[in-house]
């Protein structure tokens, strides 16, 4: 069964700082072991963050859904599975030289990361609830 915030959770996560917010993705993927990206008939969504293309990410589907809106009412939440991101989605991302947005918000792109950079984390975080 997928996780659901409570509006409560919503808005304390929508009020933490960039940084707040990067460690509570990688806690929140940790334990849920879901990434969440926006897609469109194209593919996923890149937003442009401190002169990178990178690729935003979320930790629930309804801080993504957050950002369905304006130029971007056309896309959908995805879910990758962190086993799926670690194996494919990181090598991809390299390889296209693209960064991660995570957990962006109306402010700005949130912390900018490397593929490299979010799987060493996310191993750790993951390995350290083993």
């Known amino acids: 069964m997928e996780y659901q915030l409570s509006t409560e959770e919503l808005n304390r996560v929508i009020?933490?700082?960039a940084e707040q917010r990067y460690e509570y993705f990688?806690?929140?993927v940790a334990d849920l072991e879901e990434i969440w990206?926006?897609?469109d008939e194209e593919g996923f969504v890149l937003v442009s963050a401190e002169e990178e293309r990178c690729i935003p990410v979320w930790p629930h589907a309804e801080?993504?859904?957050q950002w369905i809106e304006g130029e971007w009412q056309?896309?959908?939440a995805k879910s990758i599975d962190v086993k799926t991101w670690l194996d494919k989605w990181t090598s991809g991302l390299i390889?296209?030289?693209l960064a991660i947005a995570v957990l962006p918000d109306s402010d700005g792109p949130g912390v900018v990361?490397?593929?490299e950079e979010l799987s060493?984390?996310?191993l750790d975080a993951m390995s350290d609830k083993d």
């Open 15 to 17: 009020s933490l700082d």
């Open 26 to 28: 990688v806690q929140a």
């Open 37 to 39: 990206i926006l897609t």
């Open 63 to 65: 801080l993504a859904a």
């Open 74 to 76: 056309h896309c959908t």
């Open 95 to 97: 390889g296209d030289e």
């Open 113 to 115: 990361v490397t593929p």
């Open 120 to 122: 060493e984390t996310l």
